[in-house]
């Protein structure tokens, strides 16, 4: 079992590796491992794939394979997705959200978990039950940078990976703030390239966001 305190340490870590976690939605598990390569050898070891498709838990498994990658679950939804994420090799869950049965479920299954808070009420829930790293999610939908920013002041303890919206161009935006750690980010790995088996312009892409920071 693990503690959310335990969870906000490892987590931190997992931040702090990259300044960018890419964002996977594969639809093919072949295209797995060539993917996680590319985007290891760029710089971001650590890897999100969202359970969005059929083939999410399959693709977590392939990766999971690969040398330096350290490969999470994201779109954790319920604590059957937790645990089917846990059994498939993922060393780190995320979610858009929290509820006590998903947090109650990572924690038996010994599952750090990045939860998601789009409010100061649900960060300061987080915090009270020991989250002190989480997810800010929509980002720029829900006011960006600037939202991030004026929560530093009056919750300082909290450190946030923000996702949704985030691209190279406002990356930097967050990453310059003193409660972001790390982005998360799917404009590393296009559709249209894991398709193609692009994988040296992804490497490119993964490299150019490993120097963000």
Same mark, same amino acid.
């Given at each position: 079992?693990?503690?959310?305190?335990?969870?906000?340490? !490892? +987590?931190?870590?997992?931040?702090? *590796?990259?300044?960018?976690?890419?964002?996977?939605?594969?639809?093919?598990? +072949?295209?797995?491992?060539?993917?996680?390569?590319?985007?290891?050898? @760029?710089?971001?070891?650590?890897?999100?794939?969202?359970? %969005? *498709?059929?083939?999410?838990?399959?693709?977590? %498994?392939?990766?999971?394979?690969?040398?330096?990658?350290?490969?999470?679950?994201? *779109? &954790?939804? *319920?604590?059957?997705?937790?645990?089917?994420?846990?059994?498939? @090799?993922?060393?780190?869950?995320?979610? $858009?959200?929290? +509820?006590?049965?998903?947090? #109650?479920?990572?924690?038996?299954?010994?599952?750090?978990?990045? $939860?998601?808070?789009?409010?100061?009420?649900?960060?300061?829930?987080?915090?009270?039950?020991?989250? +002190? &790293?989480? =997810? !800010?999610?929509?980002?720029?939908?829900?006011? @960006?940078?600037?939202?991030? =920013?004026?929560?530093?002041?009056?919750?300082?303890?909290?450190?946030?990976?923000?996702?949704?919206?985030?691209?190279?161009?406002?990356?930097? #935006?967050?990453?310059?703030?003193?409660?972001?750690?790390?982005?998360?980010?799917?404009? &590393?790995?296009?559709? #249209?390239?894991?398709?193609?088996?692009?994988?040296?312009?992804?490497?490119?892409?993964?490299?150019?966001?490993? =120097?963000? %920071?």
């Amino acid at each position: 079992m693990i503690t959310p305190s335990e969870a906000s340490t !490892f +987590t931190q870590t997992l931040c702090e *590796t990259a300044p960018v976690i890419p964002v996977l939605v594969v639809e093919d598990p +072949t295209t797995a491992a060539p993917l996680a390569k590319a985007l290891v050898a @760029g710089g971001l070891p650590v890897l999100e794939v969202t359970l %969005r *498709t059929a083939a999410a838990l399959s693709v977590i %498994r392939e990766m999971a394979q690969v040398p330096g990658a350290i490969v999470g679950a994201g *779109t &954790v939804l *319920t604590p059957e997705d937790a645990r089917n994420a846990r059994a498939a @090799g993922a060393q780190f869950a995320v979610s $858009p959200g929290a +509820t006590d049965a998903l947090l #109650d479920a990572c924690e038996a299954i010994d599952l750090p978990i990045l $939860p998601g808070a789009a409010t100061a009420t649900e960060a300061m829930a987080l915090l009270a039950r020991g989250y +002190t &790293v989480q =997810k !800010f999610f929509p980002a720029e939908a829900i006011g @960006g940078a600037k939202a991030l =920013k004026s929560l530093a002041g009056p919750l300082p303890q909290i450190l946030f990976c923000p996702t949704g919206g985030i691209s190279a161009k406002n990356a930097p #935006d967050y990453l310059s703030l003193p409660n972001v750690r790390c982005v998360g980010g799917s404009w &590393v790995a296009p559709a #249209d390239l894991v398709a193609n088996g692009e994988w040296e312009a992804i490497r490119d892409l993964a490299s150019a966001a490993a =120097k963000l %920071r």
